[in-house]
């Protein structure tokens, strides 16, 4: 079963969009998550929150390994050559300062991702100063503020809807994934594509446990640290994130969206496959893995997705480093943020090095 379902993944599902994309909506952009509980908490039934559906993804490297070693051994190589893409959790030093760390998270409610390695524990349990991506999504008051704020950001403000936008095929495609989430497309109708995308991406246990109460990790670890009455810093606030979302063409978030529905069903088990690597600590086999399950295909025009890359990932790693230096030069800080926001050349852990500090990971 899981060799099938790795079988036509392969055949159907262009790795610059769907699989990167949706990945990245779910992985690293607190606005995504925040616009997607809010949804879920209005319109799940509280019996459903209650007994949320099992989650049923399927790890495809196994079968992957077993059916294509010549495969399996490629993203492997290619991960080796990833500069920092083994482990998620980093101490940061410099001489004269107390140390600080670095934990790389996933946005998601999975028990086993909130399970955090002990020694990240204890780091964050003992640091003076808790940062994450962005801290408005303690305050909701605050948050939903910041979305009115900016309607054309989030929503269709020239009289469509997603309809509009999408052939009858995909609208109906639509409609079944958010039904299957609890949800309605003429209630989120205006919303702009890639928020679509994020909640037909997450996979309907995911949605369940949010509509139930339960914290991601990163806000998780934030809403201890105001329990036990430290600072809490963030390095975005969530109109720069959405902003960044809008600066990306339409079309590109259409097609995502599209690809994204093409998959279906099938997303739980690349979300699955992207929790077995990030426990493994094996980030830099994220990218490789989704290339691997999902190829791109032969003559497709990189360059949106080549832009989508530099303004939601390099853009933000270089402001979000910016901005955590000061904070890490007082010391004894705890920095949680996206998983993939770690590895690579232009990571945040390389990019902390250029700024004097010494970064190893704590395995």
Request: with cysteine.
């Given at each position: 079963m899981i060799?099938?379902?790795f079988?036509r993944?392969r ?5 610059s ?7 990245w909506l ?9 616009i997607?509980t809010?949804f ?7 019996a ?14 196994p079968a992957?390994?077993k ?10 190589a290619?991960?080796a050559?990833t500069?920092n893409?083994?482990?998620?959790f ?8 107390q ?5 790389g998270t996933m ?13 990240a524990r ?14 408005e999504?303690l305050d909701?008051?605050?948050?939903a503020?910041a979305?009115?704020m ?9 009289g469509?809807?997603i309809?509009?936008?999408l052939?009858?095929e995909?609208?109906e495609?639509?409609e ?5 989430r ?10 702009k594509?890639?928020?679509?995308s994020?909640?037909?991406a997450?996979p309907?246990c ?11 990790l990163?806000k998780?670890i934030?809403?201890d640290?105001i329990k036990a009455g430290k600072?809490?810093a963030g390095?975005?606030?969530l109109?720069?994130q959405?902003?960044?979302?809008a600066d ?9 969206l599209i ?11 690349v979300?699955e496959?992207m ?6 600590g ?13 190829p791109?295909e ?5 360059s ?9 990932v390099t853009?933000?790693?270089?402001i979000?480093a910016?901005r955590?230096?000061?904070?890490l ?16 050349d232009?990571?945040?852990?390389e ?5 004097g ?7």
């Amino acid at each position: 079963m899981i060799a099938h379902s790795f079988d036509r993944l392969r055949q159907r599902i262009p790795f610059s969009s769907a699989g990167d994309v949706a990945l990245w909506l779910i992985a690293a952009l607190h606005v995504a998550l925040f616009i997607a509980t809010a949804f879920v908490l209005f319109s799940v039934s509280p019996a459903r929150a209650a007994e949320p559906p099992t989650c049923t993804g399927e790890d495809l490297l196994p079968a992957l390994q077993k059916t294509d070693p010549a495969a399996y051994d490629k993203i492997v190589a290619e991960a080796a050559k990833t500069p920092n893409g083994k482990g998620i959790f980093w101490k940061i030093e410099k001489a004269g300062v107390q140390p600080s760390y670095l934990l790389g998270t996933m946005h998601v409610t999975d028990p086993r991702v909130l399970t955090m390695p002990e020694a990240a524990r204890k780091a964050a349990a003992e640091a003076s100063t808790i940062v994450i991506e962005s801290d408005e999504i303690l305050d909701e008051k605050k948050a939903a503020a910041a979305m009115l704020m900016h309607p054309e950001l989030t929503m269709f403000t020239d009289g469509t809807t997603i309809r509009d936008h999408l052939s009858n095929e995909d609208a109906e495609k639509l409609e079944k994934g958010l039904k299957a989430r609890g949800l309605s497309l003429a209630a989120v109708a205006r919303m702009k594509p890639w928020i679509l995308s994020s909640f037909v991406a997450l996979p309907a246990c995911e949605l369940a446990r949010k509509a139930a109460g339960a914290s991601f990790l990163d806000k998780q670890i934030a809403e201890d640290a105001i329990k036990a009455g430290k600072r809490v810093a963030g390095l975005e606030t969530l109109a720069e994130q959405l902003q960044a979302m809008a600066d990306l063409p339409v079309e590109f978030h259409l097609q995502a969206l599209i690809e994204t529905l093409e998959l279906g069903d099938r997303m739980d088990d690349v979300i699955e496959t992207m929790t077995a690597l990030y426990i493994a600590g094996d980030i830099g086999m994220t990218m490789p893995t989704l290339e691997a399950v999902a190829p791109t295909e032969l003559g497709k025009d990189e360059s949106a997705y080549a832009a989508f890359e530099k303004r939601i990932v390099t853009d933000r790693n270089r402001i979000m480093a910016e901005r955590a230096a000061p904070i890490l030069s007082e010391g004894n800080t705890f920095i949680a943020v996206g998983a993939l926001h770690l590895p690579g050349d232009e990571g945040l852990v390389e990019l902390i090095r250029q700024q004097g500090f010494t970064v190893s990971v704590i395995e």
